[in-house]
């Protein structure tokens, strides 16, 4: 990481009379988790490597409202919502592009009727259309010849049908990408959704992450990827529990990417 | 047959269709106490979701064994049934095969086809029965299903089986009589199932095989009309309602929930500057005071409770559900019929009323789904995903979340402390917004 990253505001965008080509919505787990840090500056180093015009809002950005969302707390949401909604109108946001599926299905799918409407994109397919496009050039790098699983983010795939964009990226690095008995559709959760997160499981026989966790090891993979920073913690975590982190990563699919580049 | 035998065919059926009737009106109007929602958008998206998913059986199959054996049972019932429209002409005519002089080799055809499928329906039946008392697969065998959901689901499968093998050794017997000297029957149909069970009335007399086969033509009509009024107590519902169902199913992306309108209102009213936060209430004597998220199902859509009397309880959305499969309370099939039974209550408690509910101190949250399952739920839309009949349990679970949120406050403690983060920092967790970009100069 010898250069810096270079990230800046609508605010300052606007005073330079400039309109980014996307705006990148960062999240709350990607501006304030420790982990989840490390996938957006990876995403923004390659941001910064493709020239892509973009910028973040900074200090004006607030939580969606998807956790008040999904526990019940439709008034905590819909002032969430509406207060982005001004300032992502004042900016006259077009394009957003975010590394939490959660943020991109509210802002995709909830933020229309209450007076939002942007072209929302998970970063998986902004990257995959970076390289469509010829601007993003990827080869294996360190990753060539592991074995990588995709864990299928639920609001990312059930919920919005995006299941080829990370499984193309991933492929780009000429790895070997198992899939896990339970893929796709028929995705396990990770544990964390509807607002699980933030509380603890009720009582049972064992927690989701563990399961998960249990399916990606079963295809004994290098590393697990992951296009949620939920997923992320909820798999690290798993993998903490069975005594495998010596052996097996999680990762973002933007820091495949980035780390294959050596960016 | 004799002229007795017509009226009282006739009788059997306006007694049989009668009941049904009057059970599909019951449905209906259990179904419209549900809250109004908007299904009519976009028709040509909802027929074909109706074509493929109820009339193709595409989800189906996606567990291929249950898949294709359930097809044999689902074509076996609306193949045959076109039989039974043979079947109510003779019996009221008092004619015999009426249809095989002018439908001629079609008519062999169709009779020959419709006794394979009987026999499939047979085998799939048997299978199925296998599966939930013997290999006892464990969404059958779950704490759900106590009690009647249990026996219900076998009643289904002998009376399939009853019909199915009646209607053979209906053909059967007719075989018989069709083959012998003097032919009492004339010749009609092939028959390539029952040719191997004439033989058994070999030796009988012909006065005594006519009685043996009255005997069955009588008992198979007569436990359709039965098996039919069975529907409205049963979960076998799904037959009728399944087409409807994936007719009005939700067309939006799964992960897009409602916003409640209600709640727009009022936060467009916080937001905005010019409005007069002493102003009276707009008086409208109309207006019912609606609460926040359901309680009771009354307070569902009617869509969610057209779901709940749909659902067979086939269990695949508990059996995918990551909060059942590790160890959880929730089950989505049980927030289905858990719907469905308080609405059977509720419907009843009006008819015994006079057609107006009277509160019976119970309702759909605590009294038959508790908190506790509603919170294990991930909404990860598995369950949604998996129904074969695109029922949404998570719709349920997500409107008694916002009772209990914005109704009750009764939010897990860690949970309120998530959305207080949110409403005074912007983020779930304690962090300031005036934070938010320092990641960019963080090593």
């Known amino acids: ?263 | 047959m004799s002229y007795l035998d017509n009226i009282l065919f006739a009788i059997l059926l306006v007694v049989g269709f009668g009941f049904f009737t009057a059970s599909v009106k019951k449905i209906i109007r259990n179904i419209n106490l549900g809250v109004d929602v908007d299904r009519k958008d976009n028709p040509k998206a909802r027929w074909k979701n109706m074509a493929l998913i109820a009339l193709g059986q595409s989800k189906m199959v996606r567990r291929p064994v249950a898949g294709i054996l359930h097809i044999f049972v689902y074509v076996g019932f609306i193949i045959i049934n076109i039989e039974l429209l043979e079947i109510i002409i003779d019996g009221l005519a008092g004619t015999h095969r009426i249809f095989a002089p002018y439908l001629g080799v079609v008519y062999d055809v169709l009779i020959a086809s419709f006794e394979i499928l009987a026999i499939l329906v047979i085998f799939a039946v048997t299978v199925f029965w296998l599966r939930r008392n013997f290999i006892r697969l464990k969404r059958f065998i779950h704490s759900d299903l106590k009690g009647f959901p249990k026996s219900d689901a076998n009643y289904i499968l002998y009376f399939e089986t009853v019909l199915m093998i009646l209607f053979l050794l209906m053909n059967a017997s007719d075989l018989h009589l069709q083959n012998v000297p003097g032919a009492v029957f004339h010749k009609a149909g092939a028959f390539p199932v029952s040719q191997f069970i004439a033989p058994i009335f070999n030796g009988l007399s012909n006065e005594l095989v006519v009685l043996l086969f009255e005997i069955f033509w009588w008992l198979h009509i007569a436990g359709i009309l039965v098996f039919m009024n069975y529907l409205y107590f049963s979960k076998h519902l799904h037959i009728l309602l399944a087409f409807p169902n994936t007719y009005f199913a939700n067309l939006k992306p799964e992960g897009q929930f409602d916003n409640l309108e209600s709640v727009t209102k009022e936060v467009k009213l916080m937001m905005d500057p010019n409005a007069d936060p002493f102003a009276a209430a707009p008086a409208d004597e109309n207006a019912v005071l609606s609460k926040f998220g359901a309680s009771d199902v009354q307070d569902l859509n009617w869509v969610q409770l057209l779901n709940a009397y749909t659902c067979t309880e086939c269990g695949r959305c508990t059996s995918s559900c990551p909060a059942n499969q590790t160890g959880k309370k929730l089950s989505p099939r049980k927030i289905m019929m858990d719907t469905r039974d308080r609405l059977t209550e509720v419907g009843k408690n009006i008819d015994a009323n006079k057609g107006v509910f009277v509160p019976d101190n119970k309702t759909l949250l605590n009294d038959y789904i508790t908190p506790e399952e509603l919170w294990a739920c991930t909404s990860c839309n598995a369950c949604v995903e998996e129904c074969p009949v695109n029922i949404s349990p998570l719709s349920i679970i997500m409107d008694m979340r916002r009772y209990l949120v914005m109704e009750q406050s009764a939010a897990p403690m860690s949970l309120n402390a998530m959305m207080t983060n949110i409403e005074n920092n912007g983020a779930p967790w304690q962090y300031s917004q005036q934070d938010r970009l320092n990641w960019k100069n963080e090593n």
């Open chain 1, 1 to 263: 990481m010898s250069e810096s990253l270079v990230v800046p505001t609508m605010a300052e965008m606007l005073a330079q009379g400039t309109q980014p080509e996307v705006l990148f919505w960062v999240g709350c787990a990607g501006s304030f988790d420790d982990r989840a840090k490390k996938i957006t500056k990876a995403f923004v180093r390659i941001l910064n490597r493709t020239n892509v015009s973009f910028a973040v809002l900074g200090t004006e950005e607030s939580c969606t409202g998807d956790p008040a969302k999904r526990a019940g707390n439709e008034f905590l949401f819909q002032m969430q919502a509406m207060m982005n909604i001004e300032v992502l109108n004042a900016y006259e946001a077009k394009k957003i592009v975010t590394a939490c599926p959660h943020c991109f299905n509210t802002l995709k799918n909830e933020y229309p009727e209450l007076g939002g409407n942007y072209e929302v994109i998970h970063h998986t397919e902004f990257l995959k259309s970076l390289i469509d496009d010829g601007r993003l050039t990827v080869e294996g790098g360190q990753f060539k010849g592991k074995k990588i699983t995709f864990h299928d983010p639920c609001y990312l795939g059930r919920a919005n049908k995006v299941y080829e964009a990370p499984r193309d990226l991933i492929q780009k690095l000429d790895v070997e990408l198992v899939e896990m008995k339970r893929s796709k559709a028929n995705g396990l959760c990770c544990g964390a959704g509807g607002a699980q997160m933030f509380k603890d499981a009720e009582p049972g026989n064992k927690e989701v992450n563990v399961l998960r966790t249990e399916d990606a090891l079963e295809v004994q993979p290098d590393i697990i990827a992951a296009g949620c920073p939920f997923c992320n913690t909820m798999l690290t975590d798993g993998i903490k529990h069975a005594h495998k982190e010596g052996e097996v990563k999680v990762m973002d699919v933007a820091e495949l990417i980035a780390n294959a580049q050596d960016l």
